[in-house]
């Protein structure tokens, strides 16, 4: 019988190329565009789950890559909940997620462009009852490029499965753009 050779322990290289950063693909954290302003960056993927207020509905967070503006303020993010919260500054090439919310709907299509996203302010729609919430307006600036979906990365709803979203919806033949579909997100 062969001996088993015992598992090497990996070991860090010894050389690394100049210019690059060690990252996981995972996020740093989320940035929320009320609270902490606008966010730049590049959409390269979204995670889907169930709501956390109505499992029956979807939540989207897109992954932004974020880039660098002088002229912004810096990008806040936050890791965890309640009193395990931390806020901390994210730094360019970081990978960010923000939960989408409607009017977000034209950074699906922006996949490898440069986005800048900022919070409109609220308006309250016409013939709805008053106790319902203002709808949330955002403000969405894409660079020109072709229009490509970004990646569906994760699907990990249970409940919400069935409902519909920007991945998942059926071939119309309408052009890009077009699209009034309500993702509830």
């Known amino acids: 019988m ?13 050389y690394i190329p100049e210019g690059l950063r060690k990252t996981t693909g995972d ?8 609270d902490h ?3 730049y960056g590049i959409p390269m993927g979204a995670k889907l789950s169930d709501s956390k207020l109505d499992a029956s509905k979807p939540s989207c967070f897109v992954i932004f890559q974020l880039l660098e503006d002088k002229k912004l303020p810096p990008c806040i ?6 009193d395990e919260q931390v806020k901390f500054e994210a730094k360019p090439g970081d990978m960010v997620g923000v939960w989408t919310k409607p009017g977000m709907k034209p950074i699906f299509n922006a996949c490898g462009r440069k986005v800048f996203i900022a919070f409109a302010g609220e308006k309250k729609l016409k013939g709805r009852p ?7 307006m955002y403000d969405c600036h894409i660079s020109d490029g072709p229009l490509k979906q970004v990646p569906l990365i994760e699907d990990n709803r249970e409940q919400s499965k069935g409902a519909k979203t ?4 059926k071939q119309t ?7 009034n579909e309500d993702y509830g997100f």
């Open 27 to 34: 996020v740093v954290g989320f940035h929320d565009l009320e």
């Open 2 to 14: 062969a001996k088993e050779s015992a598992a090497k322990k990996p070991e860090a290289p010894k």
């Open 166 to 169: 920007p991945w998942h919806k």
């Open 173 to 179: 033949g309408r052009q890009p753009g077009e699209d």
């Open 37 to 39: 302003g606008p966010i």
């Open 130 to 136: 008053e106790a319902q919430s203002p709808m949330k």
């Open 77 to 82: 993010v936050y890791e965890g909940s309640g």
